[in-house]
């Protein structure tokens, strides 16, 4: 019985705007989805890895990933949920043992071994889904149209979520069968169909590289690894 993850990465990556997927972008002369499927598979819990690219650069991606056997490319869609379907789909042919599966967004590139490693170990011991999440450290109000505050929402019970999220197989598949269209949380597929989501320390090393601050944060503070 194998662990497989799934790594969206045909995103397009326009808030970086260097006008390149955001998967390949360089930190440090290493892509961010060379790092993130090097650590995934470096945890030693994960087998196998079902990369989604851009579907106009499957063999570039493909060659990207050349040193690492235990990765396999496919065409992603024009959705991140699509991409994950496509990859997900993908698992029968790439991995049919698989009971336990990942997904990682490519663009967290920087996530700590231990992270991954807690979230396959609840799914193992029978949570259907899991998700790393962090306390929110800010403080967060609600606001109408106008901009003015109707509510301070209390933030000791609100949590940032990372990835790797994890999930048994069979309820990832039942969740994107009943899925639609977009969704950025595939947890959130999970508690539509009523399943229960068990939550796991997050890191802040696992933050998603999003814009141009993040990748700057990446290439001084992270790419030496964690702390
Ligand atoms: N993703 C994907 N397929 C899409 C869109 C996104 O596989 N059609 C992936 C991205 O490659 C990324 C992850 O989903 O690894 C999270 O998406 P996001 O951070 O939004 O990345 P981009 O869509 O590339 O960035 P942007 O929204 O700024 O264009
Ligand atoms: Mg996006």
Redesign the pocket.
């Known amino acids: 019985m194998s662990v497989v993850a799934l790594v969206?990465?045909?995103?397009?990556?326009?808030?970086?705007g260097l006008g390149m997927?955001?998967?390949l972008v360089p930190v440090n002369g290493e892509s961010l989805l060379l790092r993130a499927v090097r650590g995934l598979l470096a945890a030693g819990c994960v087998q196998h890895v079902v990369v989604?690219a851009p579907p106009d650069q499957v063999e570039l991606v493909a060659a990207e990933l050349a040193e690492l056997p235990a990765a396999h490319v496919v065409p992603?869609?024009?959705?991140?949920t699509?991409?994950v379907r496509i990859a997900l789909d993908a698992v029968e042919q790439v991995a049919p043992d698989a009971r336990v599966v990942l997904v990682h967004?490519?663009?967290r590139a920087f996530t700590p071994s231990s992270v991954i490693q807690d979230v396959v170990r609840a799914v193992e011991e029978g949570a259907p889904a899991v998700i790393p999440v962090l306390p929110v450290s800010d403080t967060i109000k609600r606001v109408d149209e106008a901009g003015d505050v109707v509510a301070t929402v209390d933030r000791s019970e609100l949590r940032a979520v990372q990835t790797p999220q994890g999930f048994a197989i069979e309820v990832l598949r039942e969740a994107y069968a009943a899925a639609g269209d977009i969704a950025t949380d595939d947890a959130g597929l999970v508690e539509r169909i009523g399943g229960k989501v068990r939550t796991v320390a997050g890191h802040p090393n696992a933050l998603?590289i999003?814009t141009a601050f993040d990748l700057a944060i990446a290439e001084s503070v992270l790419v030496e690894g964690a702390p």
């Open positions: 969206p990465a045909a995103g397009r990556g326009v808030r970086l997927p955001k998967a989604a992603g869609g024009a959705e991140r699509d991409s967004d490519a663009a998603k999003t």
